[in-house]
């Protein structure tokens, strides 16, 4: 892909991207608290986000607040998916309210700007199940 398109490409995708601020430890060490994130709301409303994705959800205890967890499975037919944190022992996830409609997922995290040493791509790649290749 050209270079000038690539940038349009993450441009277009930048400036359709919610903010959002990590506050708990629940994906140490994928993220931590107060990396500052990017998300996309595209993948959810096609459908195209994957197991491995790290999302952004309202949390099905307390719909005013938002949680960030990874798709651990996803069930199409029934329109759910089961969401892990990556620090298994401190998060608050499927493993205690189950799945999840696909109605509650907010977006794709998809960029942490900060802090900036650890500015970068998030992803399915990213976090303890899911080393870099």
């Known amino acids: 892909m050209p270079e000038a398109a690539r940038r349009e490409g993450w441009l277009r995708r930048r400036f359709r991207s919610r903010r959002f601020v990590v506050r708990d430890t629940s994906m ?8 500052r994130l990017l998300v996309d709301p595209r993948p959810v409303k096609v459908g195209s986000f994957r197991v491995g994705d790290v999302v952004v959800l309202k949390d099905p205890e307390d719909r005013a607040r ?10 199409d ?17 499927s493993r205690v309210f189950g799945p999840i409609p696909h109605g509650s997922l907010v977006g794709v995290v998809w960029y942490r700007y900060l802090p900036t040493d650890r500015r970068g791509r998030v992803g399915p790649e990213t976090g303890d199940r899911f080393r870099n290749r």
């Open 66 to 75: 938002l949680l960030v967890k990874r798709v651990a499975a996803r069930d």
């Open 28 to 35: 140490i060490p994928t993220l931590a608290p107060g990396d």
């Open 77 to 93: 037919p029934p329109g759910t998916v089961r969401v892990q944190g990556d620090a298994r022992s401190d998060s608050r996830d």
